[in-house]
């Protein structure tokens, strides 16, 4: 029973990063129709940052989790209005080449000059150590990723499904001559959303340093995974991103239990399997 806990906690841990990647990809797509091949490479900047933070600026990782996302959501934000802000109303396929090749160079700069293993992040002091709860023993900072990501998760889906700058986003991508007639700067507004997105990415990058280190291919690990929780949950839904995030982690962990071989493609199978039955995923609903 403990190895199923150990497995269930694995499965939690990695759901935590889905979800809060998966968020991000689904805020990108449901508000700007970009389909962010980048994403994974941006969650890699996000480690770094916050690598580069510690080692050369002394800021630790409280601090880290605030700055890193906001300056790779910047650095998004001029990728968004240099290069992806052409691409409004052209076929998808042509955002998903762009940011691909965005991938491409990011990893393949950092590869050229950190190479390909994994540089250390440590724990910060405040989140060592473990609790023994009687069937398991939880390491802290490991519950800390999972609560931290559902906050974040929650936190995100209430600001665009619940209030005002929410309902304005939404309709910018409805509608946006008339929200363009009510004052509104809708460019903005999208490069905004844009940052928001990758910020969200970056912070994943953050928590996920001292438990898997820091390394330029981390991200081109995930991003296939993180595509198939995006399609499962229905391309563009926030809450259907965020449960299947959890839920497929989840799944990844009792499938390591049971049947081990299965556990790297259970995901895609699960993936084909809801196509089969609903093209437009858990949560989506038909254009």
Same mark, same amino acid.
């Given at each position: 029973?403990? @190895?199923?806990?150990?497995?269930?906690?694995?499965?939690?841990?990695?759901?935590?990063?889905?979800?809060?990647?998966?968020?991000?990809?689904?805020?990108?797509?449901?508000?700007?129709?970009?389909?962010?091949?980048?994403?994974?490479?941006?969650?890699?900047?996000?480690?770094?940052?916050?690598?580069?933070?510690?080692?050369?600026?002394?800021?630790?990782?409280?601090?880290?989790?605030?700055?890193?996302?906001?300056?790779?959501?910047?650095?998004?934000?001029?990728?968004?209005?240099?290069?992806?802000?052409?691409?409004?109303?052209?076929?998808?396929?042509?955002?998903?080449?762009?940011?691909?090749?965005?991938?491409?160079?990011?990893?393949?700069?950092?590869?050229?000059?950190?190479?390909?293993?994994?540089?250390?992040?440590?724990?910060?002091?405040?989140?060592?150590?473990?609790?023994?709860?009687?069937?398991?023993?939880?390491?802290?900072?490991?519950?800390?990723?999972?609560?931290?990501?559902?906050?974040?998760?929650?936190?995100?889906?209430?600001?665009?499904?619940?209030?005002?700058?929410?309902?304005?986003?939404?309709?910018?991508?409805?509608?946006?001559?008339?929200?363009? @007639?009510?004052?509104?700067?809708?460019?903005?507004?999208?490069?905004?959303?844009?940052?928001?997105?990758?910020?969200?990415?970056?912070?994943?990058?953050?928590?996920?340093?001292?438990?898997?280190?820091?390394?330029?291919?981390?991200?081109?690990?995930?991003?296939?995974?993180?595509?198939?929780?995006?399609?499962?949950?229905?391309?563009?839904?926030?809450?259907?991103?965020?449960?299947?995030?959890?839920?497929?982690?989840?799944?990844?962990?009792?499938?390591?239990?049971?049947?081990?071989?299965?556990?790297?493609?259970?995901?895609?199978?699960?993936?084909?399997?809801?196509?089969?039955?609903?093209?437009?995923?858990?949560?989506?609903?038909?254009?």
């Amino acid at each position: 029973m403990q @190895a199923l806990y150990a497995q269930l906690l694995v499965g939690l841990i990695n759901g935590s990063f889905y979800a809060l990647l998966s968020l991000g990809l689904a805020v990108i797509f449901g508000m700007l129709n970009i389909i962010n091949f980048a994403h994974g490479a941006l969650y890699m900047m996000g480690a770094f940052v916050a690598y580069f933070l510690l080692n050369l600026g002394g800021i630790n990782y409280w601090w880290a989790l605030l700055l890193a996302p906001i300056i790779v959501g910047i650095f998004g934000m001029i990728l968004e209005r240099t290069m992806l802000q052409w691409l409004t109303g052209l076929d998808h396929l042509y955002g998903l080449l762009l940011t691909f090749g965005i991938a491409l160079i990011v990893q393949g700069v950092f590869q050229n000059y950190f190479g390909s293993s994994g540089l250390p992040y440590a724990i910060p002091d405040q989140l060592r150590g473990g609790m023994n709860l009687g069937f398991m023993f939880l390491p802290v900072y490991r519950g800390w990723v999972v609560v931290f990501s559902l906050v974040v998760c929650l936190a995100t889906w209430f600001l665009i499904e619940k209030t005002q700058l929410g309902a304005y986003l939404r309709a910018a991508t409805e509608n946006p001559t008339l929200v363009r @007639a009510f004052g509104i700067n809708v460019p903005r507004m999208i490069t905004l959303t844009y940052g928001l997105g990758v910020g969200l990415a970056a912070l994943a990058g953050v928590l996920s340093a001292p438990i898997n280190q820091v390394r330029p291919l981390m991200g081109a690990d995930l991003i296939i995974v993180v595509f198939a929780v995006v399609v499962i949950g229905g391309m563009g839904s926030i809450m259907g991103s965020i449960i299947t995030g959890f839920a497929l982690g989840v799944i990844e962990g009792l499938t390591k239990y049971f049947y081990p071989e299965a556990s790297n493609t259970v995901v895609f199978v699960l993936m084909v399997l809801v196509l089969l039955v609903k093209p437009t995923g858990l949560t989506g609903r038909a254009a």
